[in-house]
Nanobody
Framework: QVQVVESGGGQVQSGGSLILTCEAAVATLIFSTYDMAWYRQAPGKQRELVATITTRRATTYEDSVKGRFTISRDNAKKTVFLLMNSLKPEDTGVYYC????????WGQGTQVSVSS
């Protein structure tokens, strides 16, 4: 099963920015055929879909992050990025990447903590 590794999380103040990175352990050609997504899980809540990017780089966003988060990909590096601006305390959680179907092996995620 394909494994992913997320990184880039940290502690920031409200209004700050972070860039998350997700690298997939799969051949470049195969990665380029995957739609990809970022998810997050806030403390005590279920994992939720935050953003998606298709193979053609079409993107979708959960309403609360529209205009603040940007998902992008670099197929040559088998990597998906999530640029997060204007962070809010409610963005706090563990962020994961996977396909929209969730078919890849879930990674450890990367913790994002936003203080007010």
């Amino acid at each position: 099963q394909v494994q992913v590794v997320e990184s880039g999380g940290g502690q920031v103040q409200s209004g700050g920015s972070l860039i998350l990175t997700c690298e997939a352990a799969v051949a470049t050609l195969i990665f380029s055929t995957y739609d990809m997504a970022w998810y997050r899980q806030a403390p005590g809540k279920q994992r939720e879909l935050v953003a998606t990017i298709t193979t053609r780089r079409a993107t979708t966003y959960e309403d609360s992050v529209k205009g603040r988060f940007t998902i992008s990909r670099d197929n040559a590096k088998k990597t998906v990025f999530l640029l997060m601006n204007s962070l809010k305390p409610e963005d706090t959680g563990v962020y994961y990447c996977n396909r929209p179907s969730g078919s890849l092996k879930w990674g450890q995620g990367t913790q994002v903590s936003v203080s007010s």
